[in-house]
Structure formats: structure tokens, C-alpha cells
């Protein structure tokens, strides 16, 4: 069995994109879509398992500030959270193919908008 590639921790955002190309075909194919004809299912599929990813995450912000039953705080880590937030990045990062969108471009385009407004 051979182990993915370990990738660097200064992963670009265009790396993080041509991933996210990859492997979307990769999905569709696992799941006998096709690109064209099957698209809109793609994209409702992507955008639940996003939800779902960020269900989880929210799990963990609560976690994080022990806003759950005591018996769960143990399960909350700073790992498990950086995970999630990794997830729900994934999940964006597909959708954003699905949809043709090039979301390290949009992304450097709302930090620039954000940043003239002050933020």
C-alpha cells in the first residue's frame, strides 16, 4: 500500500486548487458521475458534504471554549480542530472546482476589497 505524498506546510492556495482538480475527478468518477450530465447532483452533494464539515467544526469550536458535556471535553484538541478547519477547507476548495471557480483568485480578490475597507 503506498502512502499519499506528504505535502509541505506552506501549501499554496493554487497548489491547494490543482489538488482539489484532481481529486473532484477522482470523485466523480468513484461515483459514476458524469461532469456534464451529472454536474447539478455534484454540486448539491459537495455543497452537503461542506455542511456536514462544518457541523463538525462547529463541534469543535464548542469543544474548544469546553461549551459541551464535561464528558466530551477530552475529545477536543487543538488537532482535531485544525482538522476540521482543514476539512471544511477541502470541502470549499472542491466545491469551487465543481462550480469553476477560481477561489484563490476570488479569495485574494476579497482580501483586497476587505483590506480597502480597513479590515
Not at 467544526?57 to 461549551?67: D, M, N, Q, T
Not at 480542530?81 to 480578490?109: K, N, R, S, W, Y
Request: glycine share 8%; proline share 3%.
Amino acid at each position: 500500500m503506498t502512502s499519499a505524498p506528504v505535502q509541505q506546510p506552506d501549501l499554496s492556495l493554487r497548489d491547494a486548487a490543482n489538488w482539489a482538480s484532481e481529486q473532484a475527478k477522482r470523485l466523480a468518477a468513484n461515483f459514476g458521475l458524469d461532469a456534464t450530465h451529472d454536474r447539478d447532483l455534484f454540486v448539491l452533494a459537495q455543497t452537503a458534504k461542506l455542511g456536514e464539515e462544518v457541523g463538525e467544526l462547529h463541534a469543535e469550536v464548542l469543544g474548544a471554549i469546553k461549551y459541551c458535556r464535561t464528558d466530551k471535553i477530552e475529545k477536543f484538541t487543538p488537532d482535531s480542530l485544525a482538522g476540521e478547519l482543514a476539512d471544511v477547507m477541502v470541502c470549499a476548495f472542491l466545491l469551487a472546482e465543481i462550480l469553476e471557480v477560481d477561489l484563490p483568485t476570488a479569495l485574494a480578490g476579497k482580501i483586497g476589497f476587505l483590506g480597502q475597507r480597513g479590515f
